[in-house]
């Protein structure tokens, strides 16, 4: 320190010699115990490990969303290539469909005029019955093509499952006969849907499995319906068979139109449930079930709760394909029994 006399006082009141100096003096100013330097030091990894938790969760939630939009992006791809295949069929079925009504028309009337020839008849008969084949596919592809208008109305779910069985009697002569039918609704369950549609939906997922639990020689046949709710505005329609189950090579491709693993048929009966439940803005789920065979589950709207899709203008270009397959015990997707 410098005196005003000129002097040099050789006694410094104080030398920093850098800024460690100055933080030990602001340390002992503060009178800063070791104990509180370690609580401050806790609190510092404390915040740090808070800071890499929620740096992870937000990565996590972005890995999440980016795995959605693709399977988003992938989906709408998929509904355009399902409208471009749907608007072809429908140009096709309606060009078969004339000609086909001619043909079933024609052999008729030669089986009317063939009553005294009874070789010939016979075979103008299998003509006509083949023409009823083709005329139940240009059918299907009529309906999995157009667009649904869904008429909703409050129905409930035994009165569902009964219309369905009726028409499968109907549809399948002596197909029910050597099948035990169950209908398991406890209570009322009651859903807001279109009940022509939703009766369709059950009538081909109950012949699928009558025909797969046949082709399989099933010596035990039994179906269950059953029904319940399902939270919040949602019940569940299930359909349960004793077939083989669901085989793990046609998992990516059960609800494909025409894809079937059958020697005959369409291949169009699940991909028309699934048009049908998505046009309720439902969801359907197959799985194997715990005591063995298929277990298909439609998951459909109840009453009060609004529409997800417009129900006078659904078109599959604006529909979701979305469904998730499972089995008892495992993490990886199972297919679906698909017998169309």
Do not use: W
């Not at 179906?223 to 046609?250: C, H, K, N, Q, Y």
């Amino acid at each position: 320190m410098v005196h005003s006399g000129g002097g040099h006082d050789a006694t410094l009141d104080r030398v920093d010699t850098g800024p460690g100096d100055g933080f030990a003096q602001a340390v002992r100013e503060a009178r800063v115990t070791p104990a509180d330097l370690a609580e401050l030091m806790g609190a510092f990894n404390d915040v740090t490990v808070r800071l890499q938790a929620t740096h992870q969760q937000l990565h996590a939630e972005v890995a999440r969303l980016n795995a959605e939009l693709r399977s988003a992006n992938e989906q709408i791809e998929r509904s355009r290539r399902l409208a471009a295949l749907g608007e072809m069929a429908a140009g096709i079925a309606h060009e078969v469909r004339n000609p086909l009504g001619s043909i079933r028309l024609y052999s008729r009337m030669l089986v009317e005029d063939l009553t005294d020839r009874p070789a010939e008849r016979q075979t103008v008969e299998k003509i006509d019955r083949a023409a009823v084949g083709l005329a139940a596919i240009v059918e299907d592809l009529l309906t999995f093509a157009r667009e649904f208008k869904i008429r909703r109305s409050v129905v409930e779910a035994d009165e569902l499952f009964e219309c369905a069985v009726q028409a499968c009697r109907e549809d399948l002569p002596g197909g029910l006969d050597a099948v035990t039918l169950a209908v398991d609704v406890p209570g009322a369950v009651a859903l807001e849907v279109d009940r022509g549609l939703v009766v369709r939906a059950l009538v081909n997922l109950i012949r699928n499995a009558v025909q797969a639990m046949g082709e399989a020689g099933s010596t035990r046949r039994r179906i269950t319906l059953a029904a319940a709710a399902d939270g919040p505005g949602a019940a569940s329609l299930v359909v349960r068979d004793t077939g083989p189950g669901i085989p793990t090579e046609v998992a990516a491709r059960m609800f494909n139109p025409f894809f079937t693993t059958r020697q005959t048929g369409t291949g169009l009966g699940l991909a028309i449930v699934h048009r049908i439940v998505e046009a309720h803005g439902g969801s359907v789920s197959v799985r194997n079930a715990p005591a063995g065979g298929a277990e298909v589950e439609l998951r459909l709207p109840t009453p009060g709760v609004a529409p997800t899709e417009d129900p006078h203008e659904v078109s599959i270009a604006a529909q979701r394909r979305v469904h998730h397959v499972s089995t008892p015990g495992q993490d990886a997707p199972a297919s679906a029994e698909v017998h169309e």
